[in-house]
Nanobody
Framework: QVQLVESGGGLVQAGGSLRLSCAAS????????MGWFRQTPGKEREFVAY????????RYADSVKGRFTASRDNAKNTIYLQMNSLKPEDTAVYYC??????????????????WGQGTQVTVSS
């Protein structure tokens, strides 16, 4: 059974940084790309970034490009999201997710079958 556990969220001032982690268990981690999404109350969950199984391909939402960096450590079955220059509009619950299909990297929310419980990120102005 696949389990994803996020950590690293918290409260930070605008312009600050946070690093999120997502530890995966179950399944074969190295066969899957992984994604980061976020959601605020009353809004749909939105794509933030995905990273391919090898880490060689990373794609970001335009809203975070140049400020966020996704990475992964396959030896630790863990992905990361380094968030710099944070803005109040980055405030959200952040989720990591794994797609249903192996090898596929995608920004489409409906392609993801497994989700973590989420971690709250709050950026104060």
């Amino acid at each position: 059974q696949v389990q994803l556990v996020e950590s690293g969220g918290g409260l930070v001032q605008a312009g600050g940084s946070l690093r999120l982690s997502c530890a995966a268990s179950g399944g074969t981690f190295t066969m899957y790309s992984m994604g980061w999404f976020r959601q605020t109350p009353g809004k749909e969950r939105e794509f933030v970034a995905y990273i391919s199984w090898s880490g060689n391909t990373i794609r970001y939402a335009d809203s975070v490009k140049g400020r966020f960096t996704a990475s992964r450590d396959n030896a630790k079955n863990t992905i990361y999201l380094q968030m710099n220059s944070l803005k109040p509009e980055d405030t959200a619950v952040y989720y990591c997710a794994r797609p249903q299909r192996q090898w596929v990297g995608t920004p489409r929310l409906d392609e993801y079958a497994y989700w973590g419980q989420g971690t709250q990120v709050t950026v104060s102005s």
